[in-house]
């Protein structure tokens, strides 16, 4: 196999590169499949010992039932790694896409897509391209199927917000986090970081990365991080992610990509909101 040959991505988004042309899948199974509402009173026996992380599970699971129809702007800085270095992140940018996001009853739309300001009509031809439903990795995290291990529990600050900082580790029988490469499929042990706001007992940051990859997969590394504020839409704040990193690297060798994303603008969307496009006028 090509180690080049490949397509990088994080959680559920499907990737087109300038480096790389084979597909590549890397994705969090979809929450409807796994969760809804959860209840530690109607699940015996997989409540947490620790009632922070029971509570954090609570506000998670009805965190969809809490959100408006809204509406952003995502910008996305795209990178790889500077083929004239072994360094894995020393960074060359390719370019910037923005885009509108609506999220309208669960489902997510994107329009107004322009790749350095020129508008196109196919973003995963032009360079690894991101799109998923945030929600759906603290859930994952956070269901009591992924037995997740939170551990060295800690009172921290981040964004001037009292919190608690967890370790936390999910072994690989008990993942759901599906990575496919080239045909290839694996779903990996992963762990990382996971920051509580101390008063509302929502998710401020999370940190997570792959561990243990089989030397055959064609990646050896996957890792992101993810950066929730609480954000107006009209008359109330929502807790809602303002920026998102991911990398994804080839098994034994120094190339990767990286996306590096804000979440800008948050708005109501309503029936008589409308979105239309800018920039230039002809496709070129």
Same mark, same amino acid.
């Given at each position: 196999?090509?180690?080049?040959?490949?397509?990088?991505?994080?959680?559920?988004?499907?990737?087109?590169?300038?480096?790389?042309?084979?597909?590549?899948?890397?994705?969090?199974?979809?929450?409807?499949?796994?969760?809804?509402?959860?209840?530690?009173?109607?699940?015996?026996?997989?409540?947490?010992?620790?009632?922070?992380?029971?509570?954090?599970?609570?506000?998670?699971?009805?965190?969809?039932?809490?959100?408006?129809?809204?509406?952003?702007?995502?910008?996305?800085?795209?990178?790889?790694?500077?083929?004239?270095?072994?360094?894995?992140?020393?960074?060359?940018?390719?370019?910037?896409?923005?885009?509108?996001?609506?999220?309208?009853?669960?489902?997510?739309?994107?329009?107004?897509?322009?790749?350095?300001?020129?508008?196109?009509?196919?973003?995963?031809?032009?360079?690894?391209?991101?799109?998923?439903?945030?929600?759906?990795?603290?859930?994952?995290?956070?269901?009591?199927?992924?037995? !997740? &291990?939170?551990?060295? /529990?800690?009172?921290?600050?981040?964004?001037?917000?009292?919190?608690?900082? @967890? %370790? #936390?580790?999910?072994?690989?029988?008990?993942?759901?986090?599906?990575?496919?490469?080239?045909?290839?499929?694996?779903?990996?042990?992963?762990?990382?970081?996971?920051?509580?706001?101390?008063?509302?007992?929502?998710?401020?940051?999370?940190?997570?990365? !792959? &561990?243990?990859?089989? /030397?055959?997969?064609?990646?050896?590394?996957?890792?992101?991080?993810?950066? @929730? %504020? #609480?954000?107006?839409?009209?008359?109330?704040?929502?807790?809602?992610?303002?920026?998102?990193?991911?990398?994804?690297?080839?098994?034994?060798?120094?190339?990767?990509?990286?996306?590096?994303?804000?979440?800008?603008?948050?708005?109501?969307?309503?029936?008589?909101?409308?979105?239309?496009?800018?920039?230039?006028?002809?496709?070129?």
């Amino acid at each position: 196999m090509d180690r080049r040959n490949f397509l990088s991505a994080f959680f559920t988004k499907r990737v087109r590169s300038r480096l790389f042309a084979r597909p590549l899948l890397i994705m969090m199974l979809p929450s409807a499949v796994l969760f809804g509402q959860l209840d530690s009173g109607l699940l015996p026996g997989l409540a947490s010992p620790d009632a922070v992380i029971d509570a954090t599970r609570q506000k998670t699971m009805s965190f969809d039932e809490t959100l408006p129809n809204y509406m952003l702007k995502q910008f996305t800085a795209r990178y790889a790694t500077d083929p004239k270095s072994r360094d894995r992140e020393a960074w060359k940018q390719l370019d910037v896409v923005t885009a509108d996001v609506v999220f309208d009853h669960g489902r997510e739309s994107y329009a107004n897509v322009l790749d350095n300001g020129k508008r196109t009509k196919d973003i995963e031809q032009t360079g690894a391209w991101s799109q998923g439903e945030f929600a759906s990795i603290l859930k994952t995290l956070l269901s009591p199927a992924s037995e !997740t &291990r939170f551990s060295n /529990r800690q009172q921290v600050t981040i964004v001037n917000r009292p919190a608690y900082r @967890y %370790d #936390f580790l999910v072994d690989q029988p008990h993942s759901n986090w599906l990575i496919r490469a080239n045909g290839e499929a694996y779903k990996p042990s992963y762990a990382g970081g996971i920051w509580i706001d101390k008063e509302t007992y929502r998710v401020l940051r999370i940190e997570m990365a !792959t &561990r243990e990859m089989p /030397r055959e997969f064609p990646l050896d590394t996957v890792k992101s991080s993810v950066d @929730y %504020d #609480f954000v107006p839409i009209e008359d109330h704040r929502y807790l809602l992610p303002v920026h998102s990193e991911a990398v994804s690297c080839i098994q034994g060798t120094s190339e990767c990509t990286r996306n590096v994303i804000e979440f800008r603008d948050y708005k109501k969307y309503g029936a008589n909101s409308s979105i239309t496009f800018e920039g230039p006028a002809k496709d070129k």
